[in-house]
């Protein structure tokens, strides 16, 4: 069983920033070993879509929508996951979630309750 604690989001306007954090748990993150971790996000009406994931050696992917505006990191040891997310448009609002996985996540059953982002003037 696996767990995902989001946290971090709210209201911004435009062109502003937040850092979203993700706490995860369960058997697969005792120990030092490591697992791609990935953020995602489902705005009001649309599907669950991938925005960026690091890889168990840190190397990093991001959707083309949130290309050199998202900076996704990481801290091994607390097992969490941060998003890092500037220039923010109306369009990146939606409910954020992590999950283990890269661009397919992994534990489609589990997932967290999220965390809301709003860009609004």
């Known amino acids: 069983q696996v767990q995902f604690v989001e946290s971090g989001g709210g209201l911004v306007q435009p062109g502003g920033s937040l850092r979203l954090s993700c706490k995860a748990s369960g058997t697969i993150f005792n120990g030092s070993t490591r697992v791609s971790m990935g953020w995602y996000r489902q705005a009001q009406s649309n599907q669950r879509e991938w925005v960026a994931f690091i890889g168990t050696s840190d190397v990093t992917e991001y959707a083309e929508a949130v290309k050199g505006r998202f900076t996704i990191s990481r801290d091994h040891a607390k097992h969490e996951v941060y998003l890092q997310m500037n220039a923010l448009k109306p369009e990146d609002t939606a409910v954020y979630y992590c999950?283990?996985?890269?661009?397919?996540?992994?534990?489609?059953?589990?997932w967290g309750q999220g965390t809301q982002v709003t860009v609004s003037s």
């Open positions: 999950n283990a996985g890269q661009v397919i996540p992994i534990f489609q059953g589990d």
